[in-house]
């Protein structure tokens, strides 16, 4: 069974801070994304690495591919209380399939 | 902003009983997907589906389950006999590009099914 294990389960951390989200599998994938969800709302996608080794910002958001496609970080610099909010990888198994495996998820709390 | 809608918003049933889950998708998306989330636990996928037919299903995805595109915009998700194990939120999805790689799956704020 493919699995994406996330790391860490839980973080609270206050305003300012950096932070690393890690996501990892035993599997190669053809992409990963991430996403966030917020109580009561369904996953939004922040970003997709294809490439092994692609870095991608997305403003205080920095995403990286490892160079075998089997794990994936997510960096936050300077926390905000509006990061707050449940991370998700997800990734395809292959190029042919739209079926999306999930991350276990790191639930993220930021404290003003 | 278009935006996947899910209707209704929370739905309790009694065990046994049928249950239909409703989605409109967003209007030129052609992708269709159904996910859930049992509480606590990871989102799984449940069933794509496109050109009016199911591509891809889970083995979670039994004969209990179907899908259906009813008319031009809405996309539903039935539940013949509802069992306890049922319970969970229920993310509809959809998608403007085959390829989950480079498309964007855009999800539904979810159905929260429970039953009893």
């Known amino acids: 069974t493919q699995l994406l294990e996330q790391s860490p389960q839980f973080l609270s951390i206050q305003e300012g801070e950096n932070l690393t989200v890690y996501c990892n599998s035993s599997?190669?994938?053809?992409?990963l994304q991430w996403y966030r969800q917020e109580p009561g709302e369904g996953p939004v996608l922040l970003v997709t690495?294809?490439?092994?080794?692609e870095v991608k910002k997305l403003k205080r958001l920095t995403f990286q591919f490892g160079d075998a496609r089997k794990d994936s970080s997510l960096h936050i610099t300077a926390a905000q209380p509006g990061d707050t909010g449940l991370y998700l990888c997800?990734?395809?198994?292959?190029?042919?399939?739209?079926?999306?495996?999930f991350g276990t998820g790191t639930r993220l709390q930021v404290f003003p | 902003e278009p935006e996947v809608t899910q209707t209704p918003s929370h739905q309790v049933t009694q065990m046994g009983q049928e249950v239909i889950l409703r989605c409109v998708p967003i209007?030129?998306?052609?992708?269709f997907y159904w996910y859930r989330q049992i509480l606590g636990q990871k989102v799984e996928f449940l069933v794509s589906?496109?050109?009016?037919?199911?591509?891809?299903k889970s083995e979670i995805f039994d004969d209990q389950f179907s899908v259906e595109r009813p008319d031009g915009s809405n996309f539903t998700l039935k539940i013949r006999s509802t069992k306890l194990e049922d319970s969970a939120m229920y993310f509809c999805?959809?998608?403007?590009?085959?390829?989950?790689?480079?498309?964007?799956?855009?999800f539904g704020e979810g159905s929260r099914l429970t039953v009893l």
């Open positions: 999805a959809s998608s403007g590009a085959a390829d989950p790689n480079t498309g964007e799956l855009f």
């Open positions: 599997s190669v994938f053809s992409s």
């Open positions: 690495v294809v490439t092994g080794g």
């Open positions: 997800a990734g395809p198994r292959s190029y042919n399939t739209d079926k999306l495996i």
């Open positions: 209007s030129n998306h052609l992708y």
């Open positions: 589906f496109y050109n009016n037919e199911i591509s891809e």
